[in-house]
Structure formats: structure tokens, C-alpha cells
């Protein structure tokens, strides 16, 4: 287990550093820099920019750029921002992660509160009513972007019913009284995985249903209740497992245009404002970010394939 684990943080390491090479060269492929655009918009002078270029480096050439930023991230320090008054990137990451969090905490409770018992009650109940009741819905949802779902509850929740401020992303995070306002956020963003999440389900209850051991437990006189979750779920958590890991780091990572539609003072909305801004620390750190959450929660996914199931076993 350890030397697995070992393993699997050396890749993430390696990884990461690829992660990093491509986004840096990706930025600066693209013609500018990142206060030449704003020397225009202002009317700054073309000295007062060569010499912000200086501060931060940006003069140097690029293998020399990198090499200071990878030692810097070898300390913990992502540098400074370039768009807002030299702020430590990691400060704007710490203060804009909580309602970015927040929201993915959420939605996630709803995928798995909502998702798993529709996928078994249409699997214990198919071909009824429920069963196509369940089916449909998850079909549609499925098939509808969560982008354009949230402009539908825009439209009818906050405009028509006048039930939620348009404005709703203001203040989110700060109090308990302001989670109402990730309420529609949290249903858009998490729609499309909670239906993938009951259609898997619902695939893998039915494959268990149907086994030896679910005859002889009724056969023994257990509950319905007891069959179904007790020997039933447990053993179709295996594939469920699979895609809950990647439906967490999603939802987590994935909310960029979420939050931009909303209006949440999410990292999401920053990253689009970095790029937008040409604000390498911003773009460099939030990507390396992302990376890093969806590495660590496939790696806990694997973690958890023993406690679900006794009879999988970690190459050691």
C-alpha cells in the first residue's frame, strides 16, 4: 500500500510539472504581454511598462521565467498577481476557494442525495411508472449543458417568480443565511452528473438484483429494505464509486461558468478574469490547482476500493 501510494504521488508530481510547462507555454504563445493591453486602455508609457516587466520578471527569458516560478512553487509561493495591486496569488486563491467550495460541497450533496436513491428505486421498480418517470428525467438532464439550465432558472426563478436576486452571488458564502442564494447554482451545476450518477445507478443494482446471493437473502425472510441496501447496494458500489470521484473533482473544479453566470466570488469567475487580464501568477496557479484536486481525488477513489470491497487489493 505504501510503496502504491508512493507511486501514485510521483506521478501526480510529474504530472503537474507537465501541467505547468504546457500552461506556461500556452501563455506566453499568444501575442502581448500582460500590461501592454492596459498601457493602451490607460495611456501609461511604454517605459512605466518595461519597467512593471522588469519587477516581475518578465524581461528574462522564458526558460529562466520558469525556472523561478518551479522554485518558487517548490517553497509554496505562486508569486504575485499582476492585475490586482501585486496580491500574493495564493491570498486570492485562499479568499476566492471558500464560495467555489461551498458551491461544490452542495451540489455534490445534492448528486449524491438525490442521484443514488433515483438510480435504486428505478432499478427496484423498473418497467412501472417509476422506473420511466426516473428514466426520462435523467435522460433530459443529461442532456441538457448545466450552462444553459441555469439561464432557464435565471428566467423562471429569478425573474418570472421573483424567488431569488438576480444578484445572488453577492455576499454568498458569508453567512448561513446567504446559502440560499447557491441554491439554483447548486441544482445547475450538479443536474447533468446526478442523472449520469442515477443512470449508473440504476445499470449496476439491476446486474445485482438479479444474483444468487439477493434470492437467498429473501429467501431467508430479510426486508425488502435490508435486501436492497444492506446486500444490494453495497455490492454495486464498486462502479458507483468509479464515477462519484470524478463527479466530486468536477464539480469542485467545474463550475468556472457557473459562477460567471451567477455572479459568485468564486476561484471559477477569477480564472476567467486572469485570463481575460493576461494575469500569468492567476492562470498558472489556479490550472496547477485543478489539477491537483482531480489527482487527489482519483487517488482517494483508489483508497476506498478496499473498504467497499474487501476482495479488491492495492498493488503493494
Do not use: C
Not at 502504491?4 to 504530472?15: D, I, K, M, P, S
Not at 519597467?51 to 505562486?78: H, M, N
Not at 449524491?112 to 426520462?136: E, F, H, Q
Amino acid at each position: 500500500m505504501a510503496r502504491y501510494v508512493l507511486g501514485r504521488l510521483v506521478q501526480a508530481a510529474v504530472t503537474l510539472f507537465f501541467v505547468a510547462l504546457i500552461t506556461f507555454a500556452l501563455m506566453h504563445a499568444v501575442p502581448g504581454g500582460p500590461f501592454e493591453a492596459r498601457s493602451v486602455e490607460r495611456g501609461v508609457s511604454e517605459d512605466f511598462v518595461r519597467q512593471q516587466e522588469a519587477y516581475y520578471g518578465l524581461d528574462r527569458p522564458l526558460p529562466q521565467q520558469f525556472g523561478a516560478f518551479l522554485g518558487r512553487l517548490a517553497r509554496g509561493d505562486l508569486g504575485l498577481s499582476f492585475a490586482q495591486s501585486g496580491r500574493s496569488v495564493t491570498d486570492i486563491m485562499l479568499e476566492r476557494m471558500k464560495p467555489s467550495l461551498l458551491l461544490g460541497v452542495m451540489s455534490f450533496a445534492l448528486v449524491l442525495g438525490v442521484g443514488i436513491p433515483m438510480g435504486v428505486v428505478t432499478a427496484v421498480r423498473r418497467n412501472t411508472g417509476w422506473d420511466y418517470l426516473g428514466l426520462a428525467a435523467s435522460t433530459t438532464l443529461a442532456a441538457v449543458p448545466s450552462f444553459v439550465l441555469a439561464f432557464f432558472m435565471l428566467l423562471v426563478f429569478a425573474v418570472w417568480l421573483d424567488w431569488f436576486d438576480v444578484r445572488m452571488g453577492r455576499g454568498f458564502g458569508e453567512s448561513w443565511g446567504s446559502l440560499k442564494n447557491g441554491i439554483l447554482p447548486a441544482v445547475a451545476l450538479g443536474a447533468p452528473s446526478m442523472a449520469h450518477l442515477a443512470r449508473l445507478t440504476r445499470g449496476a443494482m439491476l446486474e445485482v438484483l438479479d444474483m444468487d446471493y439477493m434470492r437467498t437473502a429473501r429467501a431467508k425472510g430479510l426486508s425488502t429494505h435490508a435486501v436492497t441496501l444492506r446486500h444490494g447496494l453495497r455490492n454495486a458500489l464498486i462502479p458507483i464509486l468509479t464515477l462519484v470521484g470524478p463527479i466530486f473533482a468536477v464539480l469542485i473544479t467545474g463550475s468556472i461558468i457557473i459562477e460567471s453566470i451567477f455572479g459568485l466570488p468564486g476561484i471559477g469567475s477569477a480564472f476567467i478574469t486572469s485570463v481575460s487580464q493576461r494575469d500569468y501568477g492567476m492562470i498558472m496557479g489556479t490550472t496547477l490547482m485543478y489539477a491537483a484536486v482531480i489527482m487527489a481525488v482519483n487517488l482517494a477513489v483508489d483508497l476506498a476500493y478496499p473498504l467497499v470491497d474487501p476482495r479488491v487489493r492495492l498493488a503493494s
